[in-house]
C-alpha cells in the first residue's frame, strides 16, 4: 500500500476525533482529512490541494493522503480532479 504517516506536532489527533468522531480519515494517524462522507471528501480534497496545508507532509505522504481521498470520491460516486 502507501506510506506511512507520521504523527504532526502541530496537530492533537483527539480533536479531529472529537469533532467528527469514529470516522475514516485520509490522514488516520493524526486524525485529518475526515473522507466519511462526500462534503468531508470534497473538503478533504480540497484542502490537500493547498500548498500550505500539503508542506506539512513529505510527498509520500501526500501521495498517500490524496490516494485515500480518491479512492473514497471513487467509492461514493464523486467525481473530483484526482490529480
Known sequence: MSAKIDKR???NP????REYGDVEFADPTNK????????????AHSYINH???AA???ADEVKTIKER???AAKKHGIEINTD
Not at 483527539?14 to 476525533?17: I, K, L, T, V
Not at 485529518?32 to 473538503?43: C, G, L, N, Q, V
Request: glycine fraction near 4%; aromatic fraction near 8%; charge should be negative.
Open 32 to 43: 485529518k482529512y475526515p473522507i466519511d462522507t462526500p462534503e468531508h471528501i470534497r473538503a
Open 9 to 11: 506536532e502541530d496537530v
Open 69 to 71: 481521498i480518491n479512492r
Open 51 to 53: 500548498k500550505d496545508n
Open 14 to 17: 483527539e480533536e479531529g476525533a
Open 56 to 58: 506539512k507532509y513529505s
